[in-house]
C-alpha cells in the first residue's frame, strides 16, 4: 500500500475513532485511546522487522513485546518513536 494512501486511511480511522468515543467517560477514553495506541504499536513495529513465515509474531500473546511498555521500549530502542 501506498504510504499517502495508508496514511489517509489512519488518519480515517483516527477521526473514526475520536468521534466514538468523544462522549464517552474520561476512563473510558483513556482506555480506549490507550488500546489504539497499544495496536499502533504492533503495527510499527511488525513494518519495521522483517517479515516472518510463521503466526508466532513477536507482539502476540505468547512473546515477550506483550505489554505496552515493553512495546513502548523496543518501538523507542528501535528508532521508531522518540523521547517525546
Do not use: W
Not at 26 to 47: F, P, Q, S, W, Y
Request: net charge negative; charged share 25%; glycine share 4%.
Amino acid at each position: 500500500m501506498e504510504e499517502s494512501t495508508y496514511l489517509k486511511e489512519l488518519g480515517n480511522k483516527q477521526l473514526e475513532l475520536f468521534n466514538e468515543i468523544r462522549t464517552e467517560s474520561e476512563r473510558a477514553c483513556v482506555i480506549v485511546g490507550a488500546a489504539n495506541i497499544d495496536g499502533l504499536l504492533d503495527e510499527l513495529i511488525t513494518k519495521a522487522l522483517l517479515p516472518v513465515k510463521t503466526k508466532n509474531r513477536l507482539c502476540s500473546e505468547s512473546n515477550a513485546f506483550t505489554t505496552f511498555s515493553a512495546k513502548l521500549n523496543l518501538a523507542h530502542q528501535l528508532g521508531l518513536i522518540d523521547d517525546e
